[in-house]
């Protein structure tokens, strides 16, 4: 009898813009692990019955993004304690006794994204500033914490997301108002725009970026385009800058090995398979 051939994917909707199928496809074929990778647009009333179905065709877990990922904390039978704190589930492995296992493996790529494009950047350096107040913010968050970053300044256009961040992290959080955004820069190690401001058909970053000063590492979650105005500017400052794509490729790391049993290189080749 041939087993099952292992089957992944990922979960969203829309879902055509995803790059993770060209990522985990590339590793399949690199490591000739006989297996697939799917993406599967899935509207949110369809989305508890077609996760149920999945393992019977074969799926050992999929990735889920926008919308599902705070919902699926519903769904799932069991969370991981940094899925939860994280308030969203990116990685959902099919467990052989037929529950939904849900983790976050967001902040590991963060963290590892920057480890690797600013190798000399120390969490107790000094404080982080951190754009943005949504799901990617609390993932960022939650890793730099736990990294041991001092300090984290929040800044939002709505303050009172903001704040709400503040309520769930505890006082390592500082929150500033959108409009005093730049005057913290000066003072931060570390700037990470978690927004989607400078995204390609995105308003543009507004924030003023005079306060950057040589030596910082600056980091943008956005990687359409690869290099962002806020990553141009902090660039021509003197700043380490890291561009937002490889946050995407090491996430899926610890979801491939989960998966097919192999732990996948995140190098150029599959930073090229991404962009193809």
Partial sequence: MV???PLAGVIGSPISHSKS?????HWLKTYRIAGDYIPMDVAAHDLAEVLRALPKAGFVGVNVTIPHKETI??????????????????????????KIHADNTDGYGFVENLRSGAPEWRAGAGPATVLG??????AVIASLLDAG?????????????????????????????????????????????????????????????????RGSVVTDLVYTPLKTDLLAVAEDAGCVTVDGLGMLLHQAVPAFERWFGKRPEVDS?????ALR
């Fill in 3 to 5: 087993d099952k051939i």
């Fill in 21 to 25: 199928p060209q990522l985990h496809r």
């Fill in 73 to 98: 904390l519903e769904i799932a039978d069991l969370v991981t304690d940094r899925a939860t704190l994280i308030g969203a589930a990116n990685t959902l492995i099919f467990r052989k006794d037929g």
């Fill in 133 to 138: 107040a949504g799901g990617a913010a609390r």
């Fill in 149 to 213: 970053v001092p300090e984290i300044f929040v800044t939002n256009r709505t303050r009172v997301r903001a704040e709400k961040l503040a309520d769930d992290f505890g006082k390592r959080l500082t929150i500033v108002d959108w409009v005093q955004a730049g005057n913290i820069l000066e003072d931060s190690a570390l700037i990470v725009n978690t927004t989607s401001l400078g995204m390609i058909g995105k308003p543009s970053m507004r924030v003023p970026l005079d306060g950057l000063r």
């Fill in 269 to 273: 080749h599959a930073r090229a398979a």
